[in-house]
């Protein structure tokens, strides 16, 4: 599993994990869109993304992607990846998630990197996610639990269950798995793991 903390060597970690394949919470998330009406490719935000394993994956299936993290050298690694396909529909934007803005869009993908939001502004950041998806769009990514060893960490947000079930009343929960487990993190770190991973679809009937 790779996450990491707000204060930890992102360069180092983009070079280690940008080759990596795309989260599974994304490819069951992509797969279970449909063909794009009349063609038109379909629009993805990526909150965190990193080196772009998610990101590429979405490129390669056609989508147009807005790429948003608060380090600019995952924007340049990004765009200096030698595997963007060629007629890719990228765009990026280095700002925090909590102040980014961005347009409708078909989904929302955060892979390990939505808890890196303070506690004082998730809720506003996930009403933004909410109300930026179009009907039948949807959210993939991770939040962390109350259980893992980094709760309490100043910056992160945990949630309980119950949390992470209040804050999907408005979506119909495609996958919902709960993960705990002792591993060590990409740095070393021997950490306990308390994560939810989440595919979310905006229910049709409330839009
Ligand atoms: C653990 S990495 C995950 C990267 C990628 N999504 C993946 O799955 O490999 C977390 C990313 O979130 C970014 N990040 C952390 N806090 C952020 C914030 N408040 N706003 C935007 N990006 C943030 C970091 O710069 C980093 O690139």
Redesign the pocket.
Known sequence: M???S?DRD?AA??AK?GD?PP?DTLVFALDRFDAAPGGTPRLAV??????G??VIEMLRRGWRVLA????PD?IDFLKARPDLPPEADLSGMV????D?DWPECDLVN????LP??TPAEFERVWRRIETSLRPGGRFAGQLYGDRDSWAGREGITFHTRADIEALLAGFEIERLEEEEDDSVTPRGEAKHWHVFHIVARVRLSDV
């Open positions: 790779n996450t990491g707000k992102w970690y983009y994990t990596r989260r990526d909150l965190g993304a990193g080196s394993r998610d948003i993290d608060a380090e995952a700002s925090r998630f909590e980014a955060s892979s390990f990197a890196l939001c």
